[in-house]
């Protein structure tokens, strides 16, 4: 069985092939882009709180080190895989090139639902998992950061944990910890705070007004939760649909955001969320809106959803939600739909990591003002880029973005020849 063969890695496969076509990239250059530098398997044996002991599977991809060390979250999911983690580094390292950031992509994670764990249970599964890592990572080698399934207390664990071996404090081994053990505020906002001013320059450009108008969030965590408040709050539109893994909810005249999120705060998710009617989670997406936010999981645009899109505006906050047969259908569609593409989306979770590590390596803190100010002129930058090439060679927004990327990845690899 090929360990690589899952829908993520495969969608990231396609995408380089599709760039090296466009690109007229040599076979030589190619190839490392299309598989992982390093990959590490380990078994992670956790005390229960009953007395038993469990094996959990843990993985870390690193994609390249061309451009300085690696870069990447951390997902505690019930089916996660190194395909899926190759799948993700390989994501990461063009999201970074793109953001201008010194790092080569990374992914890595635990199979399991932290939702089945105690917090004593999760505690000593993220310090196990750090554990095993310890050879591997590294603050100028590796570094960590929240993704699906973790969040600042796991990153304050697996720091903790790193420090504990080295015998002092290394703030530069994760990102996304809590502001009290030397996280940058802002963090935890950033890659919903991102999508929405990416979300807001779309719309410039497209002439659509914002306030009033409709959106639909599809899944409700760190990113999706924070992308509906803002989008609800500043923005002034109406979030007529919001999703989790548990279910699916509508309402024509909008939901009361703060509502739904005092909800999922208080149970854990959105079940029985009473702001709402429930619908099929397959309908949400193809529900009426001028926004439309995939922030959950791959792969959810597919070739028999794509036509159906209604949205204006699709901000992928999600890693990897379109495929490439969907994506060929909405570059038909692209005077209908403007797709902001998730290397560029969700940038904003990398960007502010860069400068949490950046703020641990130098020990000098930043000010929200300051986070949020150099957050939103680096995603600038990147948007105009993206925007102006797409339109320059008439290529959607996807490979105009992967193209600039891959371009800077394949400079620094030539800068140094073979190794990196
Ligand atoms: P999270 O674990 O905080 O939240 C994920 C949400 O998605 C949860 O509400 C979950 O119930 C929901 N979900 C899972 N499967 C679903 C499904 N099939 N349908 C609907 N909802 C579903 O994760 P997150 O950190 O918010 O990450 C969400 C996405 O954004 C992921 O693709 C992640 O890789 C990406 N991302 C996260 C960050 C970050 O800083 N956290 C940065 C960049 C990109």
């Known amino acids: 069985m090929d360990p690589f063969d899952t829908p993520a890695f495969n969608l990231a496969r396609k995408q380089v092939e599709l760039i090296a076509e466009l690109l007229d990239i040599s076979p030589s250059m190619r190839e490392p882009l299309l598989w992982p530098k390093r990959c590490i398997a380990v078994s992670l044996p956790v005390e229960m709180d009953d007395g038993s002991m469990k094996v959990f599977e843990g993985y870390r991809v690193h994609h390249h080190l061309a451009m300085g060390a690696t870069k990447g979250g951390v997902r505690f999911t019930p089916d996660f895989t190194m395909g899926e983690a190759a799948g993700l580094a390989i994501w990461m390292s063009w999201k970074c090139a793109l953001a201008g950031l010194p790092y080569g992509g990374a992914q890595g994670g635990v199979c399991v639902d932290p939702r089945h764990l105690s917090v004593g249970e999760l505690e000593r599964l993220s310090r196990r998992y750090m554990h095993e890592m310890i050879p591997f990572v590294g603050p100028k080698a590796d570094i960590m950061g929240p993704d699906m399934g973790t969040d600042e207390r796991v990153m304050a664990w697996l720091m903790d944990t790193y420090s504990a071996y080295l015998g002092h404090a290394e703030p530069g081994i994760v990102t996304g910890k809590p502001v009290s053990v030397g996280g940058i505020t802002g963090r935890r906002e950033a890659a919903g705070l991102g999508v929405v001013y990416l979300i807001e320059r779309a719309a410039d450009m497209m002439r659509l007004p914002l306030r009033g108008a409709r959106a639909i969030v599809q899944g409700f965590g760190t990113v999706g939760s924070v992308a509906a408040q803002d989008l609800a709050h500043r923005c002034g539109m109406k979030i007529v649909g919001l999703s989790d893994s548990t279910g699916a909810y509508y309402n024509k005249n909008g939901i009361d955001v703060w509502h739904a999120y005092g909800h999922a705060l ?58 490439t047969e969907a994506d060929k259908i909405l570059f038909e569609r692209w005077n209908e739909v403007f797709v902001i593409p998730d290397i560029l989306c969700n940038a904003g979770g990398v960007v502010v990591s860069y400068f949490e590590w950046v703020q641990g390596l130098q020990s000098f803190f930043w000010n929200r003002t300051e986070v949020v100010d150099r957050l939103y002129r680096t995603l600038e930058q990147a948007f105009v ?36």
């Open 385 to 420: 880029a993206v925007t102006r090439r797409a339109k320059r060679q008439h290529i959607p927004h996807r490979l105009s973005a992967l193209a600039i990327a891959v371009e800077r990845v394949i400079q620094a690899r030539k800068t140094f020849g073979l190794f990196p």
């Open 266 to 323: 208080e149970r854990g998710d959105l079940r029985d969320f009473d702001g709402a009617e429930r619908i099929d989670a397959d309908d949400l997406l193809i529900a009426p809106c001028e926004v439309l936010v995939p922030a959950a999981t791959s792969c959810v645009i597919h070739e028999q959803n794509a036509r159906k899109l209604q949205c204006r505006i699709l901000a992928e906050a999600a890693n990897g939600p379109t495929t």
